[in-house]
């Protein structure tokens, strides 16, 4: 699953000095899959928070798309949200191809998604876009990251179903226009992104509780280091302190 | 293009007594498509209007998705709006292949575009429900109609690229179960229907104008009195007076 952070950190055409190395989502994910595969809740508790959860990042992408100032950004950010949704769909055909009604499946996520989606929307287009980015990048890592503890053949597919861009280069070239004009606005995205990442944190840990097991946070932790250590490479790729 | 309207009336599992037989969408527009042949602007002109036609009825579907309250409506209306975005790439794609800048193609009808979104955006839930329903089936009829002036080869492709259900039945299933309960929602959105036909019929009207040509009234009146027929059977299937 290496194209989401090939994708944004793999370009050498605009290089940041300020920036450190930046890892390849496939080394993130190597450490992370380990710790997270005996954690992966039942194959149609895990299908049905992705597809919901799929949703909201629709949802938000959507709103980016409403909010964007210009044609181009409209169009590209759009992209991202068709890739969103073949996501969506095809876990809703994962859901049901093993027998089970998706609907039913996603219901137990919706408060909390909406709850989260709500708290996390953020008030204009840049905080929209920095969600976006954030909170997609995590639980996109993460969810990928469980996946090594599904069956094996379904583990592959949503895999590669979750093997998607979602706009990331879009978002990261629309957001860094717009914090290289303004101190003020980078100040207040740092602030942002602080924020989310710990409203994130609490998602993808509701999920491992939903699992059925409720792990000791030894098992947790390693999981989070390294989910934040990519949090931090999306801040620095913005130019904004984590 | 006959399955919008097709699919949306061909049911036979839930008539309703009130409702007049209504034709599908075929005569509507075999009719509109022999005035509106020969009010065709030019493909590059259409093609980029028709573009960003397309971000607007998506951004339309994906507020409905938001303010939807069941998963169920969620992931159905989620499942239109990607209909609704593959239409636009699939229009990007043509502008592409003819060598045009899609964004640049785009670009003259965003300002009328964008001011007729917000406009018609709906206060709520219903309100965006009602909207999707009748200013995305008024101007789909309205652009497979003048696709027919359109170069042969493109006519088709472009007829094929709006053959969408676009949320019909999603939007009528929903629509129903709300307006059935409720007559006092039933009248404000007959009054929300009335509105949205003006502004849609105005959009409609400008991009035959943008066309270089201003058409008299006597070329433009018997297409928009079959645009408006076919308006009227999608408010007699909501059981709404038109």
Redesign the interface.
Known sequence: VPSLIRRLFGRGSRPRPSAPHVHPRSEAIAVARVELAELAPPSKVYLGQL??LT?VL??NL??A??LAPT??A??SL??A??EV??A??AL?RELEDSGAD??VA??PF?AELDDFRRRTQGADYPETLVTCYLTGGFLTDFFAGLAAGLPKALGERVSTVLDIDAGQDALVAELRTAIDASARLASRLAMWGRRLVGDTMLVARSSLVIGGRLPGEERIEPVFTELISAHTRRMDALGLTA
Chains 1, 2 share one sequence.
């Open positions: 597809a919901y949703l629709f949802e959507s709103r798309v409403t044609t181009q409209k169009t759009s992209r949200t068709a949704l073949e969506h769909e809703i998706p609907v996603m219901e919706r």
